[in-house]
């Protein structure tokens, strides 16, 4: 009997977000690699968001490869509430959150990534370039950021903070928990989560994702940090937390880049 190739459910969280969605999704129908559910959640945007989709789902439709792809409109409570609804949506293998003005680099992304794949894989992850409002690339995050990726990951390297984008990360959806709510920083505690459970971690060796620069956590960068001390020190403890943090600030401060 031969094994049929994994499902890959990506997942798109938008608000008010009709420009920056039609490239994203252009990006995952483009896909070569057949065996993609691509999942748009949608907060009830005002704006033309839910045209934008309707459009995406009718151009998928025409396409000889078509994707599943299925969405969903109404109000949440927030980011990380609407990403645990994706979570619910998902029948895939693997999930992958794609941010709505992100994009996958190439139309050979996941297929590149899937030639990889054993039935042992929980976890692949992998580079991200940043990229400005304009598509302009502006580096890797390994290079722009004191956050350099690991060619090993595991739960423990998240020690001083992320090292890898959630974007750049795609998770065995059985061992995927859902987001903590009213965190900024939901998405460390989620990708240490799944790295506890994984038997298998694979670095791609590839960029990923084309990361769109900004988002809430910058925009409230108090908040985002208060709320990875916590996380981190709900993982590593109270005193190795607090080691880390010293690292983590000197670092910034060294390397006059914003931690």
């Known amino acids: 009997m031969i094994a049929r190739p994994p499902l890959l459910s990506i997942i798109t969280v938008v608000f008010n977000g009709a420009y920056y969605i039609k490239g994203t999704a252009q990006s995952v129908l483009?896909?070569?690699?057949?065996?993609?559910?691509?999942?748009?959640?949608?907060?009830?945007?005002?704006?033309?968001?839910?045209?934008?989709?309707?459009?995406?789902?009718?151009?998928?439709?025409?396409?000889?490869?078509?994707?599943?792809?299925?969405?969903?409109?109404?109000?949440?409570?927030?980011?990380?509430?609407?990403?645990?609804?994706?979570?619910?949506?998902a029948t895939g293998d693997f999930v992958w959150f794609l941010n709505a003005g992100d994009e996958l680099p190439t139309a050979t992304t996941v297929e590149k990534i899937m030639l990889q794949y054993s039935p042992q894989t929980d976890v692949f992850f992998g580079e991200t370039m940043l990229v400005t409002f304009t598509r302009h690339p502006l580096g890797t995050r390994s290079a722009l950021t004191t956050q350099k990726l690991p060619k090993t990951l595991t739960w423990e390297s998240l020690r001083m903070g992320m090292v890898v984008c959630h974007q750049a990360f795609i998770a065995r959806r059985a061992i995927a928990p859902n987001f903590i709510a009213d965190n900024l920083a939901a998405d460390i505690d989620w990708v240490i989560e799944v790295l506890k459970k994984s038997r298998q971690t694979i670095n791609t060796e590839l960029v990923l994702a084309n990361y769109l620069v900004g988002g809430i956590s910058k925009q409230r960068h108090r908040q985002s940090l208060r709320d990875r001390y916590e996380v981190l020190k709900k993982h590593y403890g109270l005193w190795p937390n607090l080691w880390s943090h010293l690292g983590i600030v000197w670092r910034a401060i060294f390397s006059n880049i914003q931690y």
């Open 30 to 89: 483009a896909q070569t690699y057949p065996h993609i559910e691509y999942i748009v959640v949608d907060g009830g945007s005002s704006d033309h968001t839910l045209t934008a989709i309707k459009n995406a789902e009718a151009a998928n439709e025409k396409l000889l490869n078509a994707k599943i792809f299925r969405w969903v409109s109404e109000q949440d409570n927030g980011l990380y509430d609407a990403m645990n609804k994706g979570l619910r949506m």
